[in-house]
């Protein structure tokens, strides 16, 4: 079973940043899609972003705010996230999806098939 592990979440003023993290295996990180998915209270996880090789993928409540990258070398996935509302506040996971998954499909967590625990991210007003 594979495990995807998170970090960097915490408590920020509306307005700061964050930079999460996703620590995965070499074969996860090589041969899988990655995503980061999260849940507030009372609500349904949704999707924020993914990233496949060179592609990119946002939802449109975070575009210009979250960027996601990979380094290589340390198999990390990242999540940068600016301008921080109090609506970003939620568990954040992240998540891999096998390979040949369509790539529309990707905002769809059942498209996944290997999530890390969450990390939680507050932002006060």
């Known amino acids: 079973q594979e495990q995807l592990v998170e970090s960097g979440g915490g408590l920020v003023q509306a307005g700061g940043s964050l930079r999460l993290s996703c620590a995965a295996s070499?074969?996860?990180?090589?041969?899988?899609?990655m995503g980061w998915f999260r849940q507030a209270p009372g609500k349904e996880r949704e999707f924020v972003s993914v990233?496949?090789?060179?592609?990119?993928n946002y939802a449109d409540s975070v575009k210009g705010r979250f960027t996601i990258s990979r380094d290589i070398a340390k198999k990390t996935v990242y999540l940068q996230i600016n301008s921080l509302k109090p609506e970003d506040t939620a568990i954040y996971y992240c998540?891999?999806?096998?390979?040949?998954?369509?790539?529309?499909?990707?905002?769809?967590?059942?498209?996944?098939?290997?999530w890390g625990q969450g990390t939680q991210v507050t932002v006060s007003s």
């Open positions: 070499e074969r996860t990180f090589t041969y899988y899609t």
């Open positions: 990233i496949s090789g060179g592609s990119t």
């Open positions: 998540a891999a999806a096998p390979p040949g998954r369509n790539w529309y499909r990707l905002v769809d967590a059942n498209e996944y098939v290997f």
